[in-house]
């Protein structure tokens, strides 16, 4: 199975350890979708724009870590994207924007430019 992360799970970002069993398939920009700052850490939601991140190849073990970590509390929502390397799973932010920085480039590396 595949997944699409594009923020703390990022390689050399703050949640990379997640991904030390996964095998990094290349980069990826998920389309109709808008990242947004929530601190320290990103959420993409539906909206105009896209978002940039790395597909992975994983194991069944390796999801259940990343829904207990992304899931918990219904702040995000898993759904099924299609990527050059097959269909992948992408955490979607289920909670309120209003009020948070939007990343215009849909690049979470890019987030200092964004900032307040």
């Known amino acids: ?4 992360v594009y923020g703390s799970l990022r390689r050399k970002q703050g949640n990379s350890h997640w991904m030390t069993n ?4 290349g980069d990826f920009s998920v389309e109709n979708h808008q990242l947004y700052s929530l601190g320290h850490y990103p959420g993409a939601v539906p909206g105009n724009g ?4 790395e597909v992975y190849r994983i194991d ?5 870590e990343l829904d207990a970590l992304r899931t918990a509390g ?3 929502k898993r759904q099924l994207i299609q990527t050059p390397y097959g269909g ?5 932010y289920q909670r309120s924007v209003e009020g948070k920085t939007l990343i215009e480039s849909g ?3 890019d987030r200092d430019h964004y900032q307040k």
Do not use: H, K, P
């Open 107 to 109: 690049d979470w590396l």
């Open 50 to 53: 896209s978002v940039l991140g």
């Open 22 to 25: 996964a095998q990094w398939l």
């Open 74 to 76: 219904g702040e995000y």
């Open 60 to 64: 069944a073990s390796t999801l259940g």
């Open 1 to 4: 199975m595949r997944i699409f």
């Open 88 to 92: 992948a799973w992408m955490y979607v």
